[in-house]
């Protein structure tokens, strides 16, 4: 259950005023909680309708953006009802909702925020922004199956967009998408004769997993985010739901 704070407090946390400017409207009667006259000291949570002068005052969240690396697992959505939820397994204390998805059996980079355009502007598959995975498969890497990868391939009454595919060993390959269609890599994957065995995430645009340990998560730093708004400078806000 959420704390209940001062209201002169509340009031200067949403940037409304000082907390003695707060405490001269309350005075004044110019304040009101819930339809009824404020008084001095009372305290308040979010959840109350706080007015001034007919007025609704609300705090500003934080806005916040998370990188995690995520453990397979665990389930991308903020429905309490999936068990076990990224948002539960997180606990941040603000809330916060994944950035498109990673199926419960991948793993690897995965964003939270609480900024509805910026998600809009990342996963809109119109915009051509990069999401590298490393993947791992049931028998070995030939050229046949690289080319083919590479060239586009029919999942889903489409035919996915031509991308960047490398291998890396005898049974793991990188590839590039610009794209988001539901389990693509695995339907990729799957229409060549493959299985995929582990599947990782390592890259979101500039976004990386470099640092994070398994299960861990952190804020974005403050360069990342300027190169990540230089990306999106022309990015499409219209919405889009990844769902790979």
Known sequence: MEEKIRLNKYLGSAGVCSRREADRLIVSGQVTVNGKQADMGMRVTSADEIQIRGKKIRIQEKKVLLLMNKPRGIICTAQEREKPNIVEYLHYPIRVYPVGRLDKESEGL??????????????RAGNFHEKEYIVQVNRPVTKDFLQKMGKGVPVLDTVTRPCPVEKISEDTFRI?????????????????????????????????????????????????LRELERLLKDSDSRPWKERR
């Open 110 to 123: 995965i964003l939270l925020t609480n900024q509805g355009d910026l998600v809009n502007r990342i996963m």
């Open 176 to 224: 590039i998408l610009t794209q988001g269609l539901n389990r693509q890599i695995r339907r990729m994957c799957e229409y060549l004769g493959y299985e995929v065995v582990r599947l990782k995430r390592v890259r979101i645009m500039n976004l990386t997993l470099k640092g994070l340990k398994k299960g861990d998560y952190r804020e974005i730093t403050k360069q990342e």
